[in-house]
Every structure is written in structure tokens, then in C-alpha cells.
T-cell receptor, first 111, second 110 residues
Framework: SQTIHQWPATLVQPVGSPLSLECTVE??????LYWYRQAAGRGLQLLFY??????ISSEVPQNLSASRPQDRQFILSSKKLLLSDSGFYLC??????????FGPGTRLLVL | QKEVEQNSGPLSVPEGAIASLNCTYS??????FFWYRQYSGKSPELIMF????GDKEDGRFTAQLNKASQYVSLLIRDSQPSDSATYLC??????????FGAGTRLAVHP
């Protein structure tokens, strides 16, 4: 069966510091992968998606970037965090029938 | 107009009752719809998806889709306190993008 991992689970970072969040998927090959952000009390916003190694599509202009160095690894990065980057970051993979399954998420607080 | 609209709630129902959660959408061309449940502090988990007009049942859950009226709903029969969560409606846009509503908070009280 497929499993999706995210780390760290929680993160507190100062404004202006760099960020690296990692997502890995097990039990599937060449999955479509997604990064979402959920601000407090808000819906999910798609940030990036990837259909393969090195292939990244950005949905929202921002100071975040994404990379996919390996088939089942998806990384979300920032060179300098802003207060507005705080939120719940969710990685998802796409299974059969266009369904997306979410990882456990990383809660980021920028101070 | 938001692409996917949900009443934020809370929707409060007694244990054992039917909870009815509704979602409307603006893009008449939308074809695929999804319901997720999200417990406080946790990530969303997929409950059901529906592509065709009509009802789709899975255990205590029934999804209903009416493309002509542009709404999709989720019925939860025999509601339990463990069903208390936020329910997110989503639709597929194009090949890759899911558009989410802000969610409806459901509270099932004993």
C-alpha cells in the first residue's frame, strides 16, 4: 500500500530564515505530487504540482519554490521566510481516479 | 463569487441523525468532485468522490451530485460524535488542480 511521509511535523522559524520541507511517497511509481498550504481557518491552496522528476508547475507567485530530485521525493523551499508563510503545509499524491491523498502535514510558524 | 462555496457552520446534529453537508460551485464544466474530512490539527482524508449525476453510497456516507444545479452534497447517516470534523468539498480543474471550499464544521452531540 502507498504511504506518504512529511517532515518535520512542526517548525518554528524566524522571519528571513530559509525553509526546507520534505515529502516522500512509498509504494507507487511516478506519482503526481502536490504541495498545498492551509492558512488558519481557511481552505487549501495549491502551491505546486509535479508530474515527474524535475517537472514543477507553480500555481501561486510567492517566495516559495519546489523541487523534485527523485521520483518519490518532493521538496518545498524558501530562501527567506515571511510572516505570511505561516500555515499548515500538506503534500499529496494522486492515485487512481484522480483522487489525491494527503500526508500528515507540517505546521509552520514564522515569528 | 468563490469557485466552491460551503457554509462554514457549525452544523450541529444530534447523535443518530442525518447530517447534510452542501457545496455549490460556479464552473459548469466541472466534472469530478471530492469530499474530504479533516479533524482538528490533522490532514484531510478522502471520504468519497463522485463524477456522475445522482447518488453514490459508501457505508454511512452518500454523495449527491446535480450538475444542472451545480451542487454536490454529502449525507452522513446515523451520525456519531466521531464524525465531528470539518468537511471539505473539492472539484477538479483541468488535469491536476483541486479547488477546495473553505469547509463546513460538523458537530455531532450525544
Amino acid at each position: 500500500s502507498q504511504t506518504i511521509h512529511q517532515w518535520p511535523a512542526t517548525l518554528v522559524q524566524p522571519v528571513g530564515s530559509p525553509l526546507s520541507l520534505e515529502c516522500t511517497v512509498e509504494g507507487t511509481s511516478n506519482p503526481n505530487l502536490y504541495w498545498y498550504r492551509q492558512a488558519a481557518g481557511r481552505g487549501l491552496q495549491l502551491l505546486f504540482y509535479s508530474v515527474g522528476i524535475g517537472q514543477i508547475s507553480s500555481e501561486v507567485p510567492q517566495n516559495l519554490s519546489a523541487s523534485r530530485p527523485q521520483d518519490r521525493q518532493f521538496i518545498l523551499s524558501s530562501k527567506k521566510l515571511l510572516l505570511s508563510d505561516s500555515g499548515f503545509y500538506l503534500c499529496a499524491w494522486e492515485g487512481a481516479g484522480e483522487t489525491q491523498y494527503f500526508g500528515p502535514g507540517t505546521r509552520l510558524l514564522v515569528l | 463569487q468563490k469557485e466552491v462555496e460551503q457554509n462554514s457552520g457549525p452544523l450541529s446534529v444530534p447523535e443518530g441523525a442525518i447530517a447534510s453537508l452542501n457545496c455549490t460551485y460556479s464552473d459548469r464544466g466541472s466534472q469530478s468532485f471530492f469530499w474530504y474530512r479533516q479533524y482538528s490539527g490533522k490532514s484531510p482524508e478522502l471520504i468519497m468522490f463522485i463524477y456522475s449525476n445522482g447518488d453514490k453510497e459508501d457505508g454511512r456516507f452518500t454523495a449527491q451530485l446535480n450538475k444542472a444545479s451545480q451542487y454536490v452534497s454529502l449525507l452522513i447517516r446515523d451520525s456519531q460524535p466521531s464524525d465531528s470534523a470539518t468537511y471539505l468539498c473539492a472539484l477538479k480543474r483541468g488535469y491536476n488542480k483541486l479547488i477546495f471550499g473553505a469547509g463546513t464544521r460538523l458537530a455531532v452531540h450525544p
